[in-house]
């Protein structure tokens, strides 16, 4: 046997996550492996009519608290940390009677699971595991000698490897149990840190994880030469996390970080008022509406920007139903996004091999806390979501004009969309929909321009007389620093305005739109999105 091969005599199973636990002990023993197991794993085992030794015939104790201590024994440490070969270490399993262990199965109690169904505190502490990180690290360590599975889906790899090798695990698939073993306590260990800095109302810990589970491996980032995987965190949001791919090719990267956004810029929108569509061109809103039906309120969308539209990801608030299905594949559109879906919608979008349907089985709170990451150089910046939302911030009128009704309502549209729209952002907006997005511009008065030229455009492949921007209102995702940013909006034809305020000029901005006629409200809350 080759010096990096390892036989496997003796494994310990301790698993709360029983998924195929029969079929491969039974292929271990099969195998002449001894199996050693605790509680309800060893139960199961020996139900199925295996041969199983019960842990605390191995140590000499019984469970205790609860099943708190069972595996924390020199009995069991001692058989995974014993280095083979190693005169030393043999002489103290000799004295103290312990039996090497040559595999060890763990998967942990299922503490992300726990939170997620909001389990209460007590609940959440008693379903973080000890014994089983205890015993993972172990094995792990000592991978020269051991090997370690913590994902049920490498019981297959396991069972080949030890057909191949006749009853032994070479040295480089024992790294790669190790490496995926370290990883996966880390990811356990940061769910946890994070969720304890949440109840304690901890924003910024001492230290900080971040963990999650691969969903997917892609072919590139967000270029060729970019490497790039997809991992599942913890935090139970809907969306792309969440979704059932129905059709069409896998998802880039780029697809995933556009789909994301449309998502979120969607879910701005109750779906028990009304339907809403939001159409996504590289993170960036080309096009948000609402109407009577997904329909129309595509069609809306689309007008607002119908070039930038190609290629485009279209989000729904609501189930995707045939008409709206029709409507969206009449051109080229990468990603669909939608809680739900008719079946008869499904067979209109897979006509469109190519085009990705996802179905997420509902909508992500606006509302909800959680946690933004980004790398620097060095570092990690970690913020809270902005989950501000403009329904319950408090309005204030500055001008002598206060807004109409309808100025309130799509002021209140604009603002929802604004917080999508990375910064510098201007939106227009009328009757429910936007006519014209400036996004990312060093100045705001270039995304204001650049925003009612939109608007113009817009008009134009609709075949009107005047811009779209006419009669219109205007949301800024922050201050105007000058008046120049309102006075663009006004030429263009907006006749109020919503931003949150808080410059230095705010009095001059007030006069502005006081002598164009322009009815402005602040929010008291910004929506940079960098």
Same mark, same amino acid.
């Given at each position: ?5 390892? =036989? ?42 295996? &041969? ?22 020199? @009995? ?9 070969? +190693? &005169? ?8 103290? +009677? ?120 892609? =072919? ?13 965190? &913890? ?7 969440? !979704? ?5 090719? !896998?998802?880039?990267? +780029? ?5 994301? !956004? ?15 569509? @939001? ?15 997904? @329909? ?127 910064? +510098? ?23 204001? =321009? ?7 455009? @817009? ?5 009107? &007389? ?25 030429? !263009? ?38």
């Amino acid at each position: 046997m080759p010096v990096d091969h390892r =036989r496997v005599s003796r494994a310990l199973l301790s698993v709360s996550d029983k998924t195929g636990l029969i079929d491969f002990a039974r292929a271990l023993s099969a195998r002449g492996v001894e199996l050693i197991s605790t509680g309800g794993t060893r139960k199961a085992i020996a139900d199925a009519g295996l &041969p199983v030794r019960d842990v605390s015939d191995v140590t000499g104790f019984p469970e205790m608290m609860d099943g708190r201590v069972k595996t924390l024994h020199p @009995a069991v440490h001692g058989g995974l940390l014993a280095i083979r070969e +190693n &005169p030393e270490h043999e002489a103290a399993l000799l004295a103290h +009677n312990i039996a090497p262990i040559d595999l060890l199965v763990v998967n942990l109690y299922p503490f992300e699971a726990t939170v997620a169904k909001g389990a209460d505190y007590d609940d959440c502490i008693e379903n973080i595991d000890i014994g089983g990180p205890a015993m993972i690290r172990a094995a792990s360590k000592n991978h020269a000698d051991v090997a370690v599975v913590v994902d049920v889906a490498d019981y297959a790899l396991v069972l080949e490897g030890l057909a191949a090798n006749n009853g032994a695990l070479d040295l480089a698939t024992r790294k790669r149990l190790a490496q995926k073993a370290y990883a996966r306590t880390a990811a356990y260990d940061a769910a946890i840190s994070n969720w304890m800095a949440d109840q304690l109302g901890e924003t910024s810990p001492a230290y900080r994880a971040v963990g999650g589970a691969l969903a997917e491996t892609m =072919r590139y980032g967000e270029n060729p030469h970019q490497s790039a995987g997809f991992y599942r965190t &913890p935090e139970q949001r809907f969306g792309v996390s969440t !979704a059932r791919q129905v059709q069409g090719k !896998a998802l880039s990267y +780029n697809n995933v970080n556009d789909t994301d !956004a449309a998502f979120e810029c969607v879910a701005e929108f109750d779906p028990a008022r009304t339907a809403a569509v @939001a159409i996504i061109k590289h993170a960036n809103p080309c096009g948000v509406a609402e109407g009577a039906s997904l @329909a129309e309120a595509y069609a809306r969308a689309l007008r607002c920007d119908p070039v930038s539209a190609f290629g485009g990801i279209v989000a729904l608030n609501r189930r995707l139903d045939v008409q709206a299905a029709r409507e969206i594949v009449k051109i080229f559109t990468e990603v669909i996004i939608a809680p739900d879906a008719d079946d008869e919608a499904i067979a209109i979008v897979g006509a469109k091999k190519n085009l990705r349907l996802l179905l997420t089985g509902g909508l992500p709170d606006p509302r909800a806390k959680g946690l933004s990451v980004r790398t620097v150089a060095g570092g990690l910046l970690v913020q809270g979501r902005d989950n501000a939302v403009v329904d319950d911030m408090e309005l204030k009128v500055v001008t002598q004009r206060a807004p109409t009704a309808q100025e309130l309502a799509d002021l209140k549209f604009a603002f929802r969309v604004c917080k999508h729209v990375k910064s +510098n952002a201007i939106v227009y907006v009328k009757d429910g929909a936007t006519v014209g997005v400036g996004a990312g511009q060093m100045s705001r008065v270039d995304s204001s =321009r650049i925003a009612a030229w939109k608007a113009a455009e @817009a008009a134009k492949a609709a075949g009107l &007389p005047e811009s779209l921007a006419k009669g219109s209102v205007v949301a800024s995702d922050a201050f105007f620093p000058f008046a120049d940013g309102l006075l663009a909006a006004a030429e !263009a034809g907006a006749t109020a305005i919503i931003q949150p305020g808080g410059s230095m000029r705010d009095d001059e901005v007030i006069k502005a739109a006081n002598d164009a006629g322009l009815a402005m409200v602040m929010t008291g809350h910004r929506h940079f999105r960098h």
